[in-house]
């Protein structure tokens, strides 16, 4: 019989599951170097929101005490993970010999809008065809930083428009033919480089290759075994899925044994059904570990923390998603979380760079308990240790 779950089971399920719980269940692959270790937390999330650079790297350090920024950017330039885009038309960060299975399985959707986008822009066909070709020519046994690609569509002598780049760098990592690979020493020396592209077939020497059912049920147990008890639409609207597909995929990996069934406490018929993994389901029923309120966490702009689900609702209060995505454009900002919830958001001011903290309506934050989340957070990036505010009205 399916375990029943009541919210606080289910926020200690997703807890666990994100390795936000301080029992490191997303560390479960760690091995003894940091980049090893920085793999192990990329791997059992499967993926992680990857658009913001500084961010996405800090969503891996805060479920990885101890590593550094420069344990992400090694394991980029070892190949053991790569930033692309997996689904949704969403830069994320991916163990690397996933990456390609992953784009065949989600890629229908997200390419079928691709044309009516060029449309807009004014491209055509013609200038798609020669920009691909131009950039793996270009690309062939290096990396360049996305300025020095479009560089090379200039001296081809594409007649390109600024508006255009993003675009077509999207669509040659989305089709599988390049990825954002390395940073390398010349552009490390920058202020904060982001990775630079590569070929996907060079960069990726031992890619998975996985199809049909075979990727679906991988993708639903990954899913699910990184996000502690999910829904059936968490999963598709995450992985931008059809339901029948979503649905699908969970019952594979249900018969596989690699996940397990339960349901939300009070709520009826198909809506109420969820499934986790065993240790999620665990963690879950462990009343006596509760979820510690003394925990005060400062986690980066888009973490899967909230992103990672259509239905946050044990994580977060909706009422509040005016402050959290302020401007409505899917532009989530930095929260600080109070024993597994978010009760408000931070930013580093730009000139004394202290961290500012702006509390959700009616929440309350404690400056004293969230200091000792700012050591980690400095030490991550080798930063010195930014004072803590509260925002003013």
Request: hydrophobic share 45%; charged share 20%; net charge negative.
């Amino acid at each position: 019989m399916a375990l029943t779950l009541t919210d606080e089971a289910l926020l200690r399920a997703r807890l666990h599951a994100l390795g936000l719980d301080g029992a490191g269940a997303a560390d479960t692959e760690a091995r003894s170097t940091g980049p090893e270790r920085v793999r192990g937390v990329v791997a059992h999330l499967f993926a992680l929101q990857g658009q913001d650079w500084r961010s996405s790297r800090w969503a891996v350090g805060v479920r990885a005490p101890g590593t550094t920024s420069a344990d992400v950017v090694a394991a980029l330039n070892v190949g053991a993970v790569v930033r692309s885009w997996p689904m949704r038309g969403t830069v994320h960060l991916v163990p690397a010999e996933d990456i390609g299975w992953m784009q065949q399985l989600t890629n229908p959707r997200v390419v079928a809008g691709a044309a009516k986008r060029r449309a807009f822009l004014g491209m055509s066909d013609a200038v798609l065809e020669r920009a691909t070709e131009v950039s793996l020519a270009a690309l062939a046994g290096t990396s360049l930083t996305r300025t020095e690609l479009s560089q090379a569509w200039t001296d081809a002598g594409i007649d390109w428009q600024p508006s255009w780049r993003y675009h077509l760098i999207w669509w040659l990592c989305q089709n599988g033919f390049t990825t954002f690979g390395p940073v390398s020493e010349r552009a490390a020396a920058q202020a904060d480089p982001e990775p630079r592209l590569v070929l996907a077939e060079e960069w990726i020497p031992r890619p998975r290759s996985l199809a049909g059912d075979d990727a679906l049920a991988e993708f639903a147990a990954r899913y699910v075994r990184g996000r502690g008890a999910v829904s059936r639409k968490d999963l598709a609207s995450w992985a931008m899925l059809p339901a029948a597909s979503a649905a699908r995929g969970l019952a594979l990996a249900v018969e596989q044994g690699a996940i397990v069934e339960a349901r939300r406490e009070g709520v009826t018929g198909v809506a109420g059904a969820l499934w986790a993994a065993p240790d999620a389901l665990a963690a879950a029923e462990s009343a006596a570990s509760g979820v510690d309120q003394d925990r005060w966490q400062l986690l980066p702009a888009f973490d899967e923390h909230l992103l990672g689900f259509s239905d946050r609702s044990p994580q977060f209060d909706a009422a509040h998603l005016g402050q959290l995505i302020p401007g409505k454009n899917g532009m989530f900002l930095a929260t600080v979380v109070r024993g597994g919830r978010a009760v408000g958001t931070w930013r580093r001011d730009p000139k004394t760079r202290a961290i500012v903290c702006s509390p959700f309506a009616g929440e309350q934050l404690d400056l004293n308990a969230l200091a000792g989340a700012v050591p980690p957070l400095a030490a991550f990036y080798g930063d010195p240790e930014p004072e803590l505010a509260l925002a003013t009205p």
